[in-house]
């Protein structure tokens, strides 16, 4: 059954109204009737079985014959802070972190970052982009709520925003001990925690002093294995590992 993204706004008592690109791929792409039956997601984790009821130039009516909490989220808020990297390779990791189930995405700016965003045009418009991929990504892989993208913002920053989660861990060249590792993540989710979050550096990694800053706000430093990744890399591996512990587990 095909499946549309809405604004919550979009959805009004029993009717669900569909708009503009949604609006022309249902009458002039699929060439869709009244009758016919689609997934309506409001992006909040809501799942809406709809039927098509009237098909006009300005919008799409449908009529709610259920609704049900998405079954494609993980039973935990994961917040990717991701160190700014060079080119593209933002977009990359935001679609990609999208698909392995990440809540949000946050921009950060290091010691070691080459990248700056310092004019505010420019950076909004890099905003857009980012959060373009990011709902891109939730619909190809069906998730039940658009990640946001917010605003890039220093590390001490993102460390205060951290300190809201039930758990931080960053993965550091420097730490030893994948069995420790696989053994917090596991203990994390025999708690049941309700939020992680994961920090990446850029290119070259953290320094020292940021880790160290970091652990005094409670972050625990972690390997990810012998090899050194890239920064590409790094937050990928690490949102599969939670991925696939937190999704077997019991909430």
Same mark, same amino acid.
């Given at each position: ?6 604004? $919550? &706004? ?9 708009? #503009?690109? &949604? ?10 009737? +009244? ?20 098909? @006009? ?12 909490? @998405?079954? =494609?989220?993980?039973?935990?808020? $994961?917040?990717?802070?991701? #160190? ?24 950060? @700016?290091?010691?070691? =970052? $080459? ?38 913002? @220093?590390? +001490? ?17 420097? +730490? ?28 070259? #990694?953290?320094?020292? +002093? ?6 005094? =706000?409670?972050?625990?430093?972690? =390997? ?6 890239? *920064?590409? *890399? ?18």
């Amino acid at each position: 059954m095909y499946r549309f993204y809405v604004e $919550i &706004d979009a959805v009004d008592g029993q009717k669900v109204r569909l708009t #503009g690109e &949604d609006n022309n791929h249902i009458r002039n792409v699929l060439r869709m009737k +009244a009758g016919d039956e689609i997934i309506v997601c409001d992006g909040c984790g809501m799942d809406y079985h709809c039927r098509l009821e009237e098909l @006009s130039r300005e919008q799409v009516e449908a009529r709610i014959l259920s609704k049900s909490l @998405s079954c =494609t989220e993980l039973p935990v808020r $994961i917040v990717l802070f991701q #160190g700014m990297p060079k080119k593209d390779k933002m977009e990359l990791i935001i679609q990609k972190a999208v698909e392995l189930g990440v809540a949000e995405v946050v921009p950060v @700016s290091t010691k070691r =970052t $080459i990248v700056k965003l310092e004019d505010e045009k420019k950076e909004q418009k890099k905003l857009e982009r980012w959060q373009a991929i990011a709902r891109a990504a939730a619909m190809q892989s069906m998730r039940g709520i658009v990640p946001k993208v917010k605003q890039v913002c @220093s590390f +001490a920053e993102a460390l205060k925003y951290a300190k809201e989660l039930d758990a931080v861990l960053i993965p550091y060249e420097n +730490a030893r001990g994948i069995v420790q590792a696989r053994e917090l993540i596991k203990e994390l989710a025999k708690k049941r925690v309700h939020s992680v979050g994961i920090f990446i550096g850029p290119e070259g #990694g953290f320094e020292e +002093a940021e880790i160290a800053q970091a652990g005094e =706000t409670g972050a625990k430093t972690i =390997t990810l294995g012998r090899r050194i990744l890239r *920064t590409e *890399t790094a937050g990928l591996v690490a949102l599969s590992l939670l991925m696939f512990v937190f999704e077997q587990a019991e909430y």
